[in-house]
Each structure stands twice: as C-alpha cells, then as structure tokens.
C-alpha cells in the first residue's frame, strides 16, 4: 500500500510574474532541491529551504527568460525561451564527494550556447526542451500563435503552424526526438513524425476531450509510448498507439487507462524514471500519484496554490513542486509494489504494445522502460492443462490395469507386475524430465503421424487380438493358467507399435501432404512446438501411473472375497461383479488414488520445467507448451530480487498452489468420506 507525507514546505523567491515560468527538481538522494526561474537558479537544503547556492542565468547577447520547460529522463537538462525567439541550454550536475565520512554534494549548472528557433524573433511562451544522444530537439509556441520546431542547434527551423488548425495549448516531444504531439484548446492532438528534422510529417490527429476542453498537460511515460493527457476538465487518461487490425501496421491513438481525475484543471505531469507511475497537479494545489498498469490513484496530496511545476524523484520515493505563489513543498512517499492488484493478478490488462487487454506473466525483459507482467492465471491455467494431459493418459492405463490385476490376473503373474509398476514410482522425476526434453521430444516430432495412428492401430488390434483368441479350440487354452492370456498381447502391441514406425513417412505422406507441421498449420491454424503438452501429458502420465494403480489395485483387492464368491455363486458374470459390486464397494479407495495423482500432477516441477518451453501462454492445444505454477517458482526465484515485487508474487504464487492442493484434497476427502458410508453396506 502505498503511502506518503509532506515533508517540507518553503518560499523559494519573491512574488512576481516570472513564476509563470519556473521548474523545480531534486537530485537522487533528495537532500538538495532547486528551482529555475527566468533570473536565476536557486539550490537549497531539503526539507528546510536553506539557500546553498544561487547563480544568475546570463546569455550573449542578454534576453529574458519567458519560458522554461525540462528534458524528459535521468539528466537534470532544460531549454530556456527568451523573449527573441532563442532557446538556452541549461545542464544542472550533482557532484557527491565525502569529507570526514560524510557525504556532500555539490550542485553546478552551466549555461549552453543559445541557439535560434523563431526566424522572426518572437517571444516564446511555451517550450519543449528535449535532450537526447540522438540530438536535441526543441518545440517553441510564440506570442504570434506559431508553432516552430528544431533539431539540434544548427539545424533549421521548421514551421508547423499550418498543420494545427486551433489554438495550442500543450506540447510534448518523446526521448528519442522521433514523435511530436500537440495538444489544443478544443481537445485535440495533433501527431507529428520528427525523425527527420528537416521534414516533419503530419500523422494524424486524435479527439482526446470532449468538444471545448483544453488539453491542458502532457507527458510520455518511460518508454515512449503511453502519453499521459491532463486536461482543463481534470480529467486525467493514458493513451497509446494500438494497431487498427491486427494484419495491419497502422495505428491509431487508443484510451487504455483512466485515473482519478482531479477537482480542477490539471497544470503538471511528472512522469517517474523507474516505473510506469506519474504525479499530475491541479490548478487548485492538489498533487495526485497514479500508476498506469495497474489503472490505480495511489495517493492525494491536498495543497494550496496552483501547482507550476512538480517533479517525481529519480528513485519515485519523493515528490518536489512548485505553486504560483513561490512556495515549494517536498513530499516523501513509500510506493514498494505499485504495478498489483488483484485485476492485474488475476484479470486481463491492457500492457503496452498490446492490441487489446490481455492476461500475461513476464516478469523482466533486458530494458529499463520493461512494463512488468505478473498475470497469474495463465499459470494457473498451465498447472491445469498440464494436469489434464498427464490424468487422459495416466488414468484409463493405471485404473484398468488395477481391474486387471486384481481380478483378472493370475496370483504368480501378479506378483511380478504388481511390484515392477510400483517400482515405477521410485524414478526421480529429474531423470524422467531430463528424458523427456532431450530424448522424447525430438523422437515424438519425427514419428508424431506414427504416433497418432498408434491411437487407433493398438487398440484395433488388442480387440482383434482377443476376438481370434476367443477362435483357439478351448482344447488348447484349458492348458494355460487363467490370466496368463494377457501375456499373447505382448507380441501383438509390439508388432502394431512396429508397423506404425515403420510406415511413418507412408502416413505422414497420406495424411498431412508429406508435412505434418505445414498441414496442422494450414488446416488448424496450430503450430508445433516440440516441447509440447503432448510430451508432458506422456511423461508426467507415465510419473502418476503408479501411484493411481497402486491405490486402485488396493482398494480393489480389499472387497471382502466372500461376496465376489456370492456374486459369482449367484450366476453373475465376472464382468457383472465387477461393475455392479466391487467397482462400487471399491469406489471410495478409487476416488482416492484419483485425487492423490491429481494433486501429484499438480505440483509435480521438473518434469514440466525441462518438458516444457516454459511458455505461459493460455492455449489448450497439445502441441503447445506451457507454464505451470510450480515451474514457475523454480525458473524465477533464483533471480528474484530479496523482498521485491516478484519474490513475493512468487512466494504468492506457492501460496496460491498449497490452497489448490489443500481444497481439492479437503473436497476428494468430503467426496470420499460420503461414498464410504453410503457404500460402506458391503
């Protein structure tokens, strides 16, 4: 939660007209502040106001100063307008040095050579100051209403008035000197393409407000490209550039964030240099911290005057304006975790750079402007579809085989097969996922049409298996032990399995056009990734088969003997026992091997971390991998921050997953507890 508190308040000159045009900033450790007015700059002691340094601004030939505006990003840079259409560079630096074990900064600032961007020579009243490697750029509004623009400071001006048709009252250039917008006094914006400094283009023009409301502020949050609009109405909103469709490279200018707006017109956006937050102040003093992800007001600070200028600290821990009056008020603010809550946890958000909003987790990128990503529920999701995969192939084979070899089996044979499928379970899944992506994946994507056609092809021909079985003269069988029969398949699953591998290329070329991938690509719009739910689903099936047959088996040769002998004494068929008496006493224990397997599938970690691509994307095609809870932990926390917001969104996330496993076993144990007493009769 987010809080914050005043922490100083002073006069930082006298009152005059010139505070029309002042910034104010504070260096990193927030111990030295400063104001910029068109005479001079003022460094001061924070909180007290205590005047530590103070130097004139002199130019060549002498102007004065009628504008002020600050480049955006981590260098204290400015541009000053004078009253003959020139603009002054101003670089404020802070030196840290230590004397006697303590710490003592020095401030300086040094004035530029001035540099001509009204031909004319008319007086600006509104400036937009941008310093950047690329080069500067500057944009004047002057007293004649005309709209100039400049790159660097022996380029040549360029005259954009033609292009606004109403009177200007906002500018904003991005860090990168490449986009300029113009805010008007009938609420719209004009797009300007300034990569070319000697060509600006016209790219078009937005209704941002409501017909005669002045877009009173704007701002480009880190990155560039969420704008931030205030407006004369105090409405405060975040736009973007969103594609017009999605086979489309055009774009146009969307509203994806609405925040709190403020009592009255908003005068100053200060966008943070860490994060996606920023402070917006009103013409009735009030200053407002926002974040734009998360769609979030986070604090509201009540003032005075009308807010001139506010600056948000470098580290976004501390805020400094400046009201009309002179008064400077300096606030300090604890925001840890601004970009959760519960909707960007667990619903979809619009993010930078997305068509529409969405539910994602990618919780870094390599960039400082990176808008972290920390949706849950494709996870959540990924834990389930992973889960689903391994209980399709895992509790057919296991429950069946339970049935099988528990009432079907011979004695002898059984204790053979028994032990080695339980012996099953002592594999380390690390081994079985090491397996799994580097043997099994690339071997499942060269036989894959095999391997559907196996679907179909084994289970036709255990059933043709059994039906010529049923032809042998009785004369033959009576000589083999009742349950040996099953061994006769062995030999059959291994010459179906054989044939389809065989044929591979043959069913490829029949079935998908020689290319399989092309072909589910074409027809099913689905890419195939090798490591894919597929893999998973036989991996991790292949992990839970023994502990799901285990319990079963148990469960099954636990129905008291004397009523099988009943059943059967009665002239019920094994298959009518089965189904009508043992399946039912046993139902208890094999709604519980089920469950146990799920909850195992559930938090199992190395089979989909190594399985898996690790993408967490929401998608239940098996040819596409996932994420899953508790992979994810494994992948993330060894780079998580002590204390920040991913390592507590990841200790959330085990949270989230032991209330899963608690409430699922807690309903399988109500289920299971019910079953027991209603059938408890046999």
């Known amino acids: 939660m987010a809080t914050g508190k005043q922490t100083g308040q002073f006069t930082a000159f006298p009152l005059d007209a010139s505070h029309q045009a002042a910034v104010v900033g504070l260096e990193e450790q927030q111990e030295i502040g400063y104001t910029v007015s068109p005479t001079r700059i003022a460094f001061f002691s924070l909180p007290s106001g205590r005047v530590v340094h103070e130097q004139p601004i002199a130019v060549s030939p002498a102007s004065t100063m009628t504008a002020i505006a600050r480049s955006s990003g981590k260098e204290d840079r400015l541009g000053l307008g004078t009253e003959d259409g020139r603009v002054v560079p101003l670089a404020i630096d802070f030196t840290s040095a230590y004397e006697s074990g303590q710490r003592v900064i020095s401030p300086s600032a040094s004035v530029g050579s001035p540099f001509q961007i009204d031909p004319t020579g008319k007086a600006i009243r509104r400036l937009v100051y941008q310093f950047s490697d690329a080069g500067t750029g500057a944009v004047a509004l002057t007293e004649t209403g005309r709209v100039w623009y400049v790159r660097n400071s022996g380029g040549s001006p360029v005259d954009l008035t033609a292009n606004v048709s109403s009177t200007v009252t906002a500018l904003v ?189 990618q919780s870094s990128s390599g960039g400082d402007d990176f808008e972290p990503k920390f949706g849950l529920t494709p996870l959540i999701f990924g834990t389930l579809k992973g889960t689903m995969y391994a209980l399709l192939l895992a509790v057919p084979l296991a429950v069946l085989a339970a049935v099988y070899t528990s009432m079907f089996m011979h004695p002898d044979l059984r204790a053979w097969i028994k032990p080695i499928i339980e012996i099953m379970a002592a594999l380390p899944t690390v081994v079985l996922g090491f397996l799994a992506g580097l043997w099994m994946a690339p071997l499942l994507q060269r036989i894959f049409p095999a391997v559907l056609v196996m679907m179909v092809v084994v289970p036709a021909a255990v059933i043709a298996a059994a039906v010529l079985w049923q032809l042998v003269p009785r004369s033959m069988r009576v000589n083999l032990h009742a349950g040996v029969e099953a061994l006769v398949l062995v030999p059959v699953l291994i010459a179906a399995v054989a044939v389809c591998l065989s044929l591979n290329g043959q069913i490829e070329s029949l079935l998908f056009g020689s290319n399989y991938k092309g072909w589910l690509a074409d027809v099913f719009g689905v890419r195939y990734d090798q490591r894919n739910a597929l893999v998973v689903g036989f ?29 059967l004494a009665l002239g019920a068929t094994n298959w009518q026992t089965l189904s009508r008496l043992v399946f039912v006493s046993a139902s208890p224990g094999i709604f519980s091997a089920l469950m146990i397997g799920f909850g195992r599938a559930v938090g199992e970690t190395m089979i989909v971390l190594m399985a898996t691509g690790n993408t967490p994307i929401m998608d239940w095609s098996m040819f596409d991998g996932f994420r899953t809870l508790s992979a994810n932990i494994a992948v993330e926390i060894p780079e998580a921050p002590h204390g920040g917001t991913l390592y507590r969104i990841l200790f959330f996330a085990a949270l989230l997953l032991f209330a899963m496993t608690f409430l699922l076993n807690t309903v399988a144990e109500v289920i299971r507890q019910r079953l027991r007493n209603k059938y408890s009769q046999f």
Request: charged share 20%; proline share 6%; net charge negative.
């Open 173 to 361: 250039l991005d860090t990168r000197n490449e986009t300029l917008s113009v805010g008007t006094a009938d609420g719209r914006l004009f797009h300007f393409d300034v990569r070319e400094a000697s060509r600006p283009v016209l790219t078009g023009t937005s209704s941002i407000a409501p017909a005669g409301v002045a877009i009173t502020s704007l701002a480009y949050l880190i990155g560039d490209r969420s704008l931030v609009v205030g407006t004369a109405a105090g409405e405060v909103s975040v736009w973007m550039p969103v594609r017009v469709s999605a086979e489309s490279d055009r774009t146009h200018l969307r509203l994806i964030h609405r925040l709190a707006s403020h009592p009255a017109e908003v005068t100053a956006i200060s966008p943070s240099q860490r994060d996606k937050g920023f402070l917006t102040g009103d013409s009735s003093g009030n200053l407002y911290m926002h974040y734009s992800t998360s769609e979030r007001t986070l604090l509201r600070f009540p003032g005075g005057d009308a807010i001139q200028a506010a600056w948000f600290a470098p580290k976004a821990n501390g805020a400094i304006v400046l009201d009309r009056s002179g008064q400077v008020r300096t606030y300090s603010i604890q925001n840890p975790h601004p970009e959760i809550t519960f909707a960007t946890l667990f619903q979809p958000v619009w993010y930078e750079g997305y068509d529409k909003p969405e539910q994602v987790w």
């Open 539 to 567: 991996t991790m099936g292949f992990a839970i088969i023994p502990i799901i047959f285990s319990i079963s088996e148990e469960a099954l040769s636990n129905v008291p003997r004397n009523l099988i002998a009943g059943s």
